[in-house]
Antibody, heavy 121, light 108 residues
Framework: EVQLVESGGGLVPPGGSLRLSCAASGFTFSTYAMNWVRQAPGKGLEWVSY????????YYADSLKGRLTISRDNAKNSLFLQIHSLRADDTAVYYC??????????????WGLGTLVTVSS | EIVLTQSPGTLSLSPGERATLSCRASQRIGVSYLAWYQQKPGQAPRLLIY???NRATGIPDRFSGSGSGTDFTLTISRLEPEDFAVYYCQQYDGSLGTFGQGTKVEIK
């Protein structure tokens, strides 16, 4: 069974940094690209970042470019997202999501439950 | 960046009725690159449709997708009680894709 479990969220002061993790199981992680998607409270979905299976291709949302670092450890079946210079409007649930078509930019067939990041003093 | 605009914002219908949801893109999208999701409160989104009209694994056939160019539609032929939720379209034509703002299907 495919499982994605995010962790690392919490309360962070404005200007702070956070590293989110996603532990994957139930599939061959090293053959799939992976993604981060966020959802502010009561709002819609925002695709935040994409990383290919071998980390050779990385995309970031323009709204967050310069403040994000996505990475992965295929040996440990883990995905990471580092966010710097956090602002109040970064408050959201952050989901990791697996693409339907392996190592391509494609829709997401499996999602984690998400981890809540709250930016507040 | 391609902007997706969904309409209506809220759709009030009764179980058994037909739901028609619209997703309009700010520029042309290839038919292979449009998806639809369902999201219920407190849950992650669920993939319903990919490539405009292909149902994802396990999705019942009352859900169907159509469209081309800049105009796409999700149709739920007969609403079941579990279908009342928020629906998002997503385009993935290029690098990082975008989502629409969502349509809420509520019980009338």
């Amino acid at each position: 069974e495919v499982q994605l479990v995010e962790s690392g969220g919490g309360l962070v002061p404005p200007g702070g940094s956070l590293r989110l993790s996603c532990a994957a199981s139930g599939f061959t992680f090293s053959t799939y690209a992976m993604n981060w998607v966020r959802q502010a409270p009561g709002k819609g979905l925002e695709w935040v970042s994409y990383i290919s299976s071998t980390s050779t291709t990385i995309y970031y949302a323009d709204s967050l470019k310069g403040r994000l670092t996505i990475s992965r450890d295929n040996a440990k079946n883990s995905l990471f997202l580092q966010i710097h210079s956090l602002r109040a409007d970064d408050t959201a649930v952050y989901y990791c999501a697996r693409p339907y078509f392996g190592d391509y930019v494609s829709p997401f067939d499996y999602w984690g439950l998400g981890t809540l990041v709250t930016v507040s003093s | 960046e391609i902007v997706l605009t969904q309409s209506p914002g809220t759709l009030s219908l009764s179980p058994g009725e037909r739901a028609t949801l619209s997703c309009r893109a700010s520029q042309r999208i290839g038919v292979s690159y449009l998806a639809w999701y369902q999201q219920k409160p407190g849950q992650a989104p669920r993939l319903l449709i990919y490539g405009t009209s292909n149902r994802a694994t396990g999705i019942p056939d009352r859900f169907s997708g159509s469209g081309s160019g800049t105009d796409f539609t999700l149709t739920i032929s007969r609403l079941e009680p579990e279908d009342f939720a928020v629906y998002y379209c997503q385009q993935y034509d290029g690098s990082l894709g975008t989502f629409g703002q969502g349509t809420k299907v509520e019980i009338k």
